[in-house]
């Protein structure tokens, strides 16, 4: 009974250490692009394209990463809805987040997941 009562306040205490950080950056490019001289609509607003890619650094996992060829910015710009004729987008943000998993030591943490998504987020006009 002491083992197993050992045990489980060892592994507690492994697993009550852990700890997940996430960071935030964006950036909005607002309608400085939108030709005011022109008549235009809206033709659908908060459309998203989002990509991800997490990094595990692990003895066990040898260092895995889900890969974004193409970049993920390009990959969550790919995954926005295609323009027609005579559209363009307007009021585009970029978020980007950075999550850390991982367990505390001093003041840091020493991860062993780092995950990053960006979304891509905009309006669409259309020129008449």
Do not use: W
């Amino acid at each position: 009974m002491k083992k197993i009562s050992f045990l489980l306040l060892f592994v507690f205490f492994l697993t009550s250490c852990s700890v997940t950080q996430q960071t935030y950056d964006f950036v909005h490019h607002g309608t400085e692009s939108i030709k005011t001289n022109s008549n235009f609509k809206y033709v659908a607003k908060n459309v998203m394209g989002k990509a991800k890619t997490t990094y595990y650094v692990s003895s066990y996992r040898k260092n895995k990463q889900e890969m974004a060829p193409e970049g993920l910015m390009s990959e969550a710009k790919s995954r926005l809805p295609e323009l027609k004729d005579n559209q363009a987008y307007a009021n585009l943000s970029i978020d980007v987040l950075k999550t850390l998993k991982g367990n505390r030591v001093g003041a840091t943490i020493d991860a062993t997941e780092i995950t990053i998504e960006v979304v891509v987020s905009a309006d669409i006009i259309e020129y008449y």
